[in-house]
């Protein structure tokens, strides 16, 4: 079970663009990859979801501005996320799930506002 690392969160005006990176301590070949967030007073819903074999599923709200990529020599997934808005706010976290296991990372927390 791999431990997972997110970084690149921070305050962004709304329009602008963040890259999140979730850093596993293993290979993460075998994993499917996922980027979930939690705004205050809501449930953690899944953001963008990538499997071992790259297909991609995004939540709707996000599709065609948010980006899930994984560098598997790096044992890294990435959150490109453009033209944010105010709705993205949350604290946003880095999943690997295996068969019958997860692993989750600490969280970041990603502010849109201006």
């Known amino acids: 079970q791999v431990q997972l690392v997110e970084s690149g969160g921070g305050l962004v005006q709304p329009g602008g663009s963040l890259r999140l990176s979730c850093a596993a301590s293993?290979?993460?070949?075998?994993?499917?990859m996922g980027w979930y967030r939690q705004a205050p007073g809501k449930q953690r819903e899944l953001v963008a979801r990538?499997?071992?074999?790259?297909?991609?599923n995004y939540a709707y709200s996000v599709k065609g501005r948010f980006t899930i990529s994984r560098d598997s020599a790096k044992n890294t997934v990435y959150l490109q996320m453009n033209s944010l808005k105010p709705e993205d706010t949350a604290v946003y976290y880095c999943n690997a799930h295996h068969l019958l296991l997860d692993s989750w990372g600490q969280g970041t927390q990603v502010t849109v506002s201006s």
């Open positions: 990538m499997t071992s074999g790259g297909s991609t």
């Open positions: 293993g290979s993460i070949v075998s994993y499917v």
